[in-house]
């Protein structure tokens, strides 16, 4: 079965300080990759993602994420976090081009920058 | 534009009553996803609509679920009798028609606490 796991559940950061939230993904067929975020009282937006090409990818609000087929990771990063940084952050993916909008998800970390 | 609606935000029910949850989709977007997070793990996938028709329910977990989607509009989840299992956030996406996968984009609501007592 295929899963996503999300190595840390809590990360409390010091604002500017960089930061990088790990992911792992099983899978035995190509998947496509996404990060997504949810702030406090509001729907999961999509942060970045990966289909193909390029294994380095950007994302709004300075993210950027690597995708390490050997590894099997999809970790995300930022160099300086900021405040309006603190969110929960959930990693997923999509099994095959037809599958649409269902993707499994990770269980989520939570992101705390502190002043 | 407005986004994807959830209604109610929050819910407190006692076991064995019935709850409704209702999603409003973004206009014109065909697709219709109901996922749900329970007690702080991951967000799981329920079922996906294509306009009125429902795509794939292989997350359904019981007979006590139902989603219908009226006139390929809003949708309603409706569940009955509650358990205590089913407290959890129930979200809400939607996106437009076959788009490809390198251009689908899924909007989420905000969700729907619901808390069984």
């Known amino acids: 079965a295929q899963s996503v796991t999300q190595l840390d559940s809590q990360v409390p950061v010091f604002e500017e300080a960089p930061v990088e939230l790990r992911c792992n993904y099983s899978s035995s067929v190509s998947v496509y990759l996404f990060w997504y975020v949810q702030y406090p009282n509001q729907g999961l937006q999509l942060l970045l993602k990966?289909?193909?090409?390029?294994?380095l990818v950007k994302g709004i609000n300075g993210f950027e994420a690597e995708f390490n087929k050997s590894q099997t990771s999809f970790h995300l990063r930022k160099p300086s976090v900021h405040i309006s940084d603190t969110a929960e952050y959930f990693c997923?993916?999509?099994?095959?081009?037809?599958?649409?909008?269902?993707?499994?998800f990770g269980q989520g970390t939570e992101l705390s920058v502190k002043p | 534009e407005a986004g994807v609606t959830q209604f109610p935000s929050h819910s407190v029910i006692e076991k064995g009553q019935t709850v409704t949850l209702r999603c409003d989709p973004i206009?014109?977007?065909?697709?219709l996803y109901w996922y749900r997070r329970v007690m702080g793990k991951e967000i799981k996938f329920l079922l996906h609509f294509v306009k009125e028709s429902k795509q794939d329910e292989s997350g359904m977990p019981n007979n006590r679920f139902l989603a219908e989607r009226t006139g390929g509009t809003y949708s309603t989840l409706k569940v009955q009798p509650a358990e205590l299992e089913d407290s959890g956030v129930y979200f809400c996406?939607?996106?437009?028609?076959?788009?490809?996968?390198?251009?689908?984009?899924?909007?989420f609501g905000s969700g729907t606490q619901l808390s069984v007592l």
């Open positions: 990966y289909l193909s090409g390029s294994t």
């Open positions: 206009s014109g977007h065909d697709n």
């Open positions: 997923a993916v999509k099994k095959g081009w037809n599958q649409g909008g269902k993707l499994i």
């Open positions: 996406a939607s996106s437009q028609g076959d788009r490809g996968v390198a251009n689908e984009k899924l909007f």
